[in-house]
């Protein structure tokens, strides 16, 4: 792309406990910026939650349950009077909203504005009322958008299946290097003996697998006495019940709380094993690719989301979804094969290079020439929702 793009980007989801879209949308808006181009995201925050200078807070958010998740978005007339100001500001080429069929900011967006517009799908559900509900109504709209991307083939195929239309798949992006470069943690590092074991993601929300990791502890332990298990991330229910569950084995569960992008990444450079228990809802598994990029192994359910991730079980190790027994069974195999473990990392740190966010954003680049050469002309407020709206005013 010849000149550098006018940008603006919409985020679903507050910045206050950021989770993977917006560490996505976040990663995104510095990748094109790192190429010329200028670049505005407007996303849900407090006034007091510290944001990059390329973002503009919408307002405070609500928590809202969303495919077995905790969400917080934000909705409603203020909402809306704060894109109209972010949109005639930032005077964009092509606006990129993420999720517009989740009732937050990229939906207001969506029904807002006009001209180049791209979309991104995050979503994976089986089977979801509130899309099927919301499809009337969002309908109209999204016949505004000019080209769509999934971040995966199980996104890809909920827009299908709920919304209509299709999208290419544009996986999310990874800055590969940042990982494989990490130094290694002395706390954290294991050995043969002691090999350690690292977990992360929401303790509150049983999809994460929290319950299951716990359940193969025993059976682990019994085969390497010194084994650590590491669990990053928030959430003092999850934390209790796991310790309630773990009992006279809880010595042998280090919880770490929250932990920085950097900690994050020394974590994975310097444990055995990195473990993604997750039980359903997963679009795509980016810590799996962080985990890969740090040469880790890693040790996944088998969802279909995290099959192709792991290229089919070749990138990593796969065990029966839900199971804690295999899950186990496979931990004790991998930390007793270090020659499986070596070629699993070989081949995972060839394939971690697709999802580098240098090749990412290419692709994204791609879509938006598409969008530009399909809807011509800037991005604007749409005539129609001025006149609805002046009518209302009456």
Not at 75 to 100: K, Q, Y
Request: aromatic residues 6%.
């Amino acid at each position: 792309m010849s000149r550098g793009l006018r940008v603006g980007i919409v985020c679903p989801y507050s910045f206050d406990v950021p989770g993977g879209v917006q560490f996505h949308v976040r990663d995104l808006a510095e990748a094109l910026m790192a190429r010329g181009h200028t670049v505005s995201v407007l996303a849900p925050a407090d006034d007091d939650t510290p944001v990059p200078d390329y973002m503009t807070t919408a307002g405070r958010s609500i928590a809202v349950r969303y495919n077995g998740a905790v969400a917080r978005m934000t909705f409603g007339p203020l909402s809306a009077a704060r894109v109209r100001r972010w949109l005639a500001a930032g005077d964009f080429d092509i606006l990129h909203l993420h999720e517009p069929v989740t009732p937050s900011l990229g939906m207001l967006a969506l029904w807002i504005a006009q001209g180049p517009i791209v979309a991104t799908f995050h979503t994976a559900l089986l089977r979801s009322r509130a899309l099927q509900v919301a499809h009337p109504v969002v309908r109209p709209s999204l016949e505004k958008i000019a080209a769509r991307i999934a971040v995966s083939e199980d996104a890809r195929r909920t827009l299908v299946e709920h919304a209509g239309g299709d999208a290419v798949v544009i996986p999310n992006g990874v800055y590969v290097d940042q990982f494989a470069r990490a130094e290694r943690d002395p706390r954290w590092t294991g050995t043969p003996d002691a090999p350690t074991i690292a977990f992360l993601g929401r303790l509150d929300e049983s999809r994460k697998g929290l319950p299951v990791l716990i359940g193969a502890v025993a059976t682990v332990l019994d085969a390497y006495p010194g084994a650590r298990f590491l669990v990053a991330g928030r959430g003092e229910t999850g934390e209790s019940q796991a310790r309630a569950a773990l009992g006279e084995r809880a010595a042998a569960v280090e919880f770490l709380g929250g932990i920085s992008d950097e900690d994050k990444a020394r974590l994975l450079r310097s444990v055995d094993v990195y473990v993604g228990p997750q039980t359903g809802g997963e679009s795509f598994g980016i810590v799996l690719v962080e985990a890969m990029s740090a040469g880790t192994t890693v040790v996944a359910s088998d969802l279909g989301a995290f099959r192709r991730v792991l290229d089919e079980g070749t990138a990593g190790v796969l065990f029966r979804t839900g199971d804690p027994q295999d899950l186990a069974r496979t931990l004790v195999r991998v930390l007793g094969d270090p020659e499986e473990c070596a070629r699993v990392r070989a081949h995972a740190a060839d394939v971690v290079r697709r999802y580098d966010w240098s090749s990412v954003t290419e692709q994204v680049l791609t879509v938006y020439e598409l969008a530009l050469a399909a809807a011509p002309g800037p991005v604007a407020e749409d005539p129609s929702t001025t006149r609805r709206r002046l009518r209302g005013a009456r």
